[in-house]
T-cell receptor, first 112, second 113 residues
Framework: QKEVEQNSGPLSVPEGAIASLNCTYS??????FFWYRQYSGKSPELIMF????GDKEDGRFTAQLNKASQYVSLLIRDSQPSDSATYLC????????????FGAGTQVVVTP | DGGITQSPKYLFRKEGQNVTLSCEQN?????MYWYRQDPGQGLRLIYY???????QKGDIAEGYSVSREKKESFPLTVTSAQKNPTAFYLCASKVANSITEAFFGQGTRLTVV
């Protein structure tokens, strides 16, 4: 079983609509959770992080965390063509060395 | 400006050669990481280090080696034992023992010729 799982997509979203991305993780003691955006051929850049149950909003992005269900999600409101990218879910494990484990990523395609 | 610098951006390796990828950071981070990314796939952890002169194997360490002689530097050597080294390699760093995010370098694309 993979430690961090995401739907690979592609997730096709009309411009202006909401994109919903999901991520599940296996380490129940994981401490914090991150969403990175990665454009093709580029390195990942941080969109949001969350470490408490509930919602966290930043502009058009909302991260949702449910530790009991071991589930974290990202909503992108008013999707724009510039949001077309691969979104990586990352989990900071309880391993004392602070390992980041990444999901395989969900490709989002925003169509005009 | 603070950040992580990877070099070179593109690297070509002949069969049987060892090559070393450079990663330098001036963020004063203790923790550093190397990831490999294959087309259409996520990041897989090769090695990580929380402190100078110590490091741990990640999920795919075979065929790779690292050193951590200085806090700001974490070079990765891709040895001839790595049979399929063509990939995008990413170096990252973060504050050790914290729940904060990792910052990434711009990556090195390695191709076997």
């Amino acid at each position: 079983q993979k430690e961090v799982e995401q739907n690979s997509g592609p997730l096709s979203v009309p411009e202006g609509a909401i994109a919903s991305l999901n991520c599940t993780y296996s380490d129940r003691g994981s401490q914090s959770f991150f969403w990175y955006r990665q454009y093709s051929g580029k390195s990942p850049e941080l969109i949001m992080f969350i470490y408490s149950n509930g919602d966290k909003e930043d502009g058009r992005f909302t991260a949702q965390l449910n530790k009991a269900s071991q589930y974290v999600s990202l909503l992108i409101r008013d999707s724009q063509p510039s949001d077309s990218a691969t979104y990586l879910c990352a989990v900071l494990t309880t391993d004392s060395w602070g390992k980041f484990q990444f999901g395989a990523g969900t490709q989002v395609v925003v169509t005009p | 400006d603070g950040g992580i610098t990877q070099s070179p951006k593109y690297l070509f390796r002949k069969e049987g050669q060892n090559v070393t990828l450079s990663c330098e950071q001036n963020l004063n981070h203790d923790a550093m990481y190397w990831y490999r990314q294959d087309p259409g796939q996520g990041l897989r952890l090769i090695y990580y280090s929380q402190i100078v002169n110590d490091f741990q194997k990640g999920d795919i360490a075979e065929g790779y080696s690292v050193s951590r002689e200085k806090k700001e530097s974490f070079p990765l050597t891709v040895t001839s034992a790595q049979k399929n080294p063509t990939a995008f390699y990413l170096c990252a760093s973060k504050v050790a023992n914290s729940i904060t995010e990792a910052f990434f370098g711009q990556g090195t694309r390695l191709t076997v010729v």
